[in-house]
C-alpha cells in the first residue's frame, strides 16, 4: 500500500502547509487506492523522533507500506547519517521511497545514487547555513550589539541609530537597576546568602525577571552576569583567568561600559558556570555596578558549594552551623507544644551520650537574636574599616594595574623571540627583559602598599 508523509516543522506565510504537501504527493499515485497519511506538525527535521513518523516506520516493518511518497526530502530527515539508515531500512522492508520534487525513485538504481548525491548537498547547505547564523551572531556580538533574548534585569532593550543601520542596546531601567545595585550590596557588603536575598525580596513584593518569585539561583544568575559591571583591568583579568577570549583591547577596559559574555555550553551546565572559551565583548552601554562589587560577589560564588538538601532544617538558618564548646558535637533544634517553642540540644549527649551538659541549651530564638547581633556588629565593624581603603586613588591603582598587564604581555612577546635570536639579540633581549621586569615589581610594590590596609583588616577581623 503507498503511504503519504508530510510535516511542517513551523507555519510561516511561505512555508508550504501539510494539506498543500498530501495534495502534491497524491499526484503520484497510480492505483485508485486510498493511501496511508502520515503528517507531522511542529517537528523538526533534524530528528527522527516524531510521532507520526515513528508510526510509519512501525507499518514499514509490520509490511503494511510498500511505497512512500513525499513533498521533498528534508521532509524524511535533514540528517544524511539517519537518512542512509532509513534508506536500508526501507531497502531490507522491500519499500521504494519517492519524492515530488527532487523527482527520485529508489526502486531504480539511478534513484538511489541521486537520493544519496542530494541529501548529501541538503546536508551541506544546512550546515553552511548554521556556520553563517553563527558567524552573524559573534559579529554582532563584537560590535557591541545586543545578542537577543529578554533584555537582562535592571536594563531594558532600546535602539540607536548609526551610518550602517539601526544598533540594538540596553540601556538602564532606574527601578530594576536600584533593586540590582541592592542585590549586589547585600551578596558583597551584607554578606547575606542567595537564599536570605530571595526571600528579603519576595516578603518586600518585588518582581523577579520573569515576574516570578526570587529563588537563589535566579539570584546568582543576575549576580553573574557580567552586563551591569563597570568594566576595567580587574574584571579584563578575573575573565582572562576563567579562560576567556576578548574582543576588545585591554585599554578599552578602563571606560567603565558593561559587557556582554556569550559562547556555547551543553543543555545540561547553568549559563555562567564554566566560561572557558567564551567570549567576553563590551557593551555600548554604561555598567551600574562597580567591579570592586562585582567581583567581591564572583569570588564568593565561585566559592559556593552546592548543600545537600537533606540536611537542611525548617526549625532555624543555624543548622549546622553551631557545635557544643564541650564536646564538638551539632547542636540541633527540636520543637515542642505543637511547635510553639524552639530548644537547642547537644547531639553529643542526647545521641552519643559523650556530654555532660544540660539537655535543654537554651530558647532557639535568643540563641538567633545573640549570633545575629554579633554578625551585624562585625559588619558593621567591617565597613567602617574598609571605608578607610576606599578612598585610596582608584584611578591612579587601575593605570597601575593595567600597564602590568601591558608589561605581561611584552614580556610573553620576547620570550617567544628569544627562542629564534642569535647572540647579539638575545643580549638585547635579556636586557629589555631586565627592564620590563623591574618596572613590574616597582608597579606591583605600589599595589602593595595600596592594598596593605585591606589585608591589615582582614588579619585583624580573623
Known amino acids: 500500500m503507498d503511504a503519504i508523509y508530510a510535516r511542517q516543522s513551523v507555519e510561516k506565510k511561505d512555508s508550504i502547509s501539510i494539506e498543500t504537501q498530501i495534495e502534491f504527493c497524491r499526484r503520484e499515485l497510480t492505483s485508485g487506492q486510498e493511501p496511508l497519511i502520515y503528517a507531522d506538525k511542529g517537528y523538526s527535521g533534524s530528528t527522527t523522533e516524531r510521532p507520526e513518523f ?32 532509513l534508506c536500508d531500512m526501507f531497502s531490507r522492508c522491500g519499500v521504494s ?45 563584537e560590535k557591541g550589539m545586543y545578542l537577543g533574548g529578554p ?34 550590596e547585600m551578596y558583597a557588603g551584607d554578606l547575606l546568602s542567595l537564599g536570605a536575598i530571595a526571600r528579603q525580596l519576595n516578603e518586600e513584593g518585588v518582581a523577579s525577571p520573569n515576574g516570578g518569585r526570587w529563588d537563589s539561583c535566579k539570584i546568582s544568575r543576575v549576580l553573574r552576569n557580567p552586563v551591569s559591571v563597570m568594566a576595567d583591568a580587574a574584571v579584563y583579568r578575573y575573565y582572562r583567568e576563567r ?26 551546565e547553568r549559563k555562567y558556570t564554566d566560561v572557558t572559551g567564551h567570549t567576553l565583548s563590551l557593551a555600548p552601554h554604561d555598567g551600574i555596578i562597580p567591579s570592586e562589587i562585582f567581583l567581591a560577589c564572583q569570588r564568593r560564588l565561585d566559592g559556593n558549594k552546592q548543600i545537600d538538601n537533606r540536611r537542611k532544617s525548617e526549625l532555624t538558618w543555624l543548622t549546622g552551623l553551631i557545635k557544643c564548646e564541650k564536646c564538638g558535637y551539632s547542636v ?8 510553639k517553642y524552639t530548644y537547642l540540644y547537644c547531639t553529643g549527649k542526647t545521641n552519643v551520650g559523650c556530654c555532660d551538659v544540660k539537655t535543654n541549651l537554651g530558647r532557639l530564638s535568643a540563641v538567633e537574636a545573640a549570633v545575629e ?27 597601575q594595574l593595567c600597564r602590568i598587564e601591558e608589561i605581561d604581555g611584552a614580556i610573553r612577546r620576547l620570550l617567544d623571540l628569544a627562542v629564534q635570536a642569535n647572540e647579539v639579540s638575545s643580549k638585547y633581549l635579556n636586557e629589555k627583559l631586565s627592564e620590563l621586569e623591574s618596572e ?23
Not at 527520485?104 to 556556520?131: H, Y
Not at 548609526?162 to 542585590?183: C, F, H, I, Q, W
Not at 613590574?440 to 580573623?462: F, H, M, P, T
Open 243 to 268: 579562560g576567556c577570549k576578548f574582543t576588545n583591547e585591554l585599554s578599552d577596559f578602563a571606560l567603565g561600559k558593561g559587557c556582554y559574555l556569550y559562547g556555547k555550553r551543553e543543555g545540561h
Open 440 to 462: 613590574r615589581q616597582s608597579l606591583k610594590d605600589a599595589l602593595d602598599a595600596v592594598n596593605g590596609s585591606v589585608e591589615y583588616i582582614n588579619n585583624y577581623l580573623k
Open 151 to 184: 533584555a537582562p534585569f535592571g536594563f531594558t532593550k532600546t535602539e540607536m541609530k548609526t551610518e550602517s543601520g539601526r544598533l540594538k542596546m540596553l540601556a538602564e531601567e532606574p527601578k530594576a537597576a536600584a533593586t540590582l545595585t541592592r542585590v549586589y
Open 54 to 85: 515513528q508510526r510509519l516506520l512501525g507499518d514499514v516493518r509490520n509490511g503494511k507500506v510498500g511505497r512512500i511518497i513525499t513533498y521533498r526530502l528534508d521532509r524524511i530527515s535533514r540528517s544524511v547519517l539517519d537518512f542512509a539508515n
Open 373 to 399: 547581633r554579633r554578625i551585624f556588629a562585625w559588619a558593621e565593624r567591617y565597613s567602617e574599616l574598609k571605608a578607610v581603603t576606599e578612598r585610596k586613588n582608584n584611578k591612579e591603582r587601575e593605570k
Open 97 to 141: 521511497f519517492n519524492s515530488t520534487q527532487e523527482r527520485f525513485d529508489t526502486s531504480t538504481p539511478m534513484g538511489k545514487a541521486m537520493l544519496n548525491i542530494a541529501m548529501v548537498f541538503a546536508q551541506l547547505e544546512r550546515e553552511t547555513i548554521q556556520g553563517r547564523i553563527k558567524d552573524n551572531y559573534y559579529s554582532r556580538g
Open 332 to 339: 540541633v533544634p527540636k520543637s515542642s507544644n505543637n511547635g
